[in-house]
């Protein structure tokens, strides 16, 4: 009778140890809904055993403007390099360097200059992203923002640019922008005396005649934020002229983390319109939480805003490029850098992650054998608080060591555990934090 009592006992614990992770995500899911109308409280459940895929690093991408564009990198290489940007996006090139003068002959082309920032890009390990902005003054009817006085000369600089770059210093997979929000800088529209299609289309001619060229990508256009009419007014004229479009392009600057989660709905929804554009990357290339410099751009709640928009962005766009590496709008050095620093320690294999709240989103992933988890408490107002339990299901019973990252503290303290199959950790999580969890084998 007592060899039976202990085997019924035996079964049934190892039947709980098996049930537990499914009860715990299904407590997960309820706790979500506890704060009712006015937002779900978050209970992160991280899977260690379920790897979804790659993970999907969208927040890889810097931009910079005019603002300190020469010598925007002076200085800051490594600490560039220390985010592990795959991109940095740079406009002003045809305006700020010299590239394109004139003599009897006609054109004459400097790359001097321009090559110099281009190779700082390189050294920090990203691939430049080139806005092909703005007109050349040898070329301009009459301000940088004014057409051409011959198509056929803007084409012509656009197949020079893509020769030089792709081809000449064999830099594979270079992004070519036409234009930089044309919208705002020219008041380019779709149709009218100043039409964006006309000067898309000599750029996609001068794309199309680069010889000897790596592979690249060409699109557009940057507009100051997602229109309708510059999709439906933009794709059946690029299906119409047989002309390439590789990425279409926008900027997003918005306290509202929503706001970037719709612009993708909304151009998915436009999009489906034109199925043969169905394959078009979808890239914000300027993001911030403000347009103008410092405010939040510069605190905790921008650091917060970068994770928090990254996470909606996974599997749904390419990728957000952040405004700017540096000068007023610089980044470097301020909260929202630190936060590209976690971003960057992140693997590259994501992990299955259920429970994120209205406040508290999540990003799992596994490196190396180390699980990890990152969490952002993005609050605007600066009033909402939580403690959020993280479980870490499906592990292997051995020691752990858990590492909490918390930034802005610049500290990071570790712990032992034994744990079963699950290991929970409260994190406590104040307004626009941010919080890193690693747990490895001890």
Request: aromatic share 10%; glycine share 10%.
């Amino acid at each position: 009778m007592k060899n039976r009592e202990q085997t019924i006992s035996f079964i049934g614990v190892v039947a709980l140890a098996l049930l537990l992770p499914g009860i715990l995500k299904l407590a997960n899911n309820a706790v979500r809904y506890l704060v009712g109308a006015e937002g779900r409280l978050a209970a992160i459940a991280v899977e260690t055993d379920r790897e979804l895929g790659p993970l999907p690093k969208v927040w890889r991408g810097l931009a910079q403007g005019g603002d300190n564009l020469p010598g925007f990198l002076d200085g800051l290489e490594v600490k560039v390099a220390a985010v592990k940007p795959a991109y940095i996006r740079i406009d002003h090139i045809y305006d700020q360097f010299g590239v394109v003068s004139r003599d009897s002959r006609g054109l004459v082309f400097n790359w001097g200059s321009l090559d110099k920032v281009i190779n700082k890009i390189r050294e920090t390990g990203a691939i430049p992203f080139l806005s092909l902005s703005y007109m050349p003054p040898a070329l301009a009817v009459s301000d940088s923002v004014s057409p051409p006085r011959d198509w056929n000369e803007w084409a012509l600089v656009v197949q020079r640019t893509i020769e030089h770059y792709s081809g000449e210093m064999g830099i594979d997979g270079v992004y070519y922008e036409v234009w930089n929000e044309p919208d705002l800088f020219g008041k380019w529209k779709m149709g009218g005396g100043k039409d964006y299609r006309n000067l898309y289309l000599y750029a996609a001619r001068g794309a199309a005649a680069a010889s000897q060229v790596k592979q690249f990508k060409l699109g557009g256009p940057g507009t100051t934020g997602l229109y309708p009419n510059w999709i439906n007014n933009f794709f059946p004229y690029i299906l119409k002229n047989k002309i390439r479009l590789d990425f279409f392009s926008w900027h997003r600057y918005d306290l509202d983390v929503g706001r970037y989660s719709d612009d993708i709905a909304k151009a998915d929804r436009w999009i489906e319109g034109h199925p043969y554009f169905s394959q078009v990357e979808k890239i914000i290339t300027e993001m911030a939480p403000r347009s103008e410099a410092g405010g939040a751009n510069d605190t905790a709640v921008g650091a917060a805003h970068l994770v928090a928009v990254s996470r909606e962005l996974m599997f749904k766009a390419k990728s957000g490029f952040s405004f700017a590496v540096s000068g007023q709008w610089g980044l470097v050095g301020k909260p929202r850098y630190q936060a590209l620093v976690l971003l960057s320690t992140l693997g590259d294999q994501r992990l299955s992650v259920t429970g994120e709240g209205s406040w508290v989103r999540a990003i799992g992933a596994k490196k190396d054998g180390v699980y990890q988890v990152i969490l952002t408490n993005y609050d605007p107002k600066g009033s909402h608080s939580e403690v959020v339990p993280v479980s870490f299901l499906g592990l292997v019973p051995s020691d752990y060591r858990l590492r909490t990252t918390i930034l802005g503290t610049g500290t990071t303290t570790a712990e032992i555990a034994s744990p079963g199959a699950m290991l929970q950790k409260e994190v406590a999580m104040q307004p626009n934090s941010v919080v890193l969890l690693e747990l490895e084998v001890k």
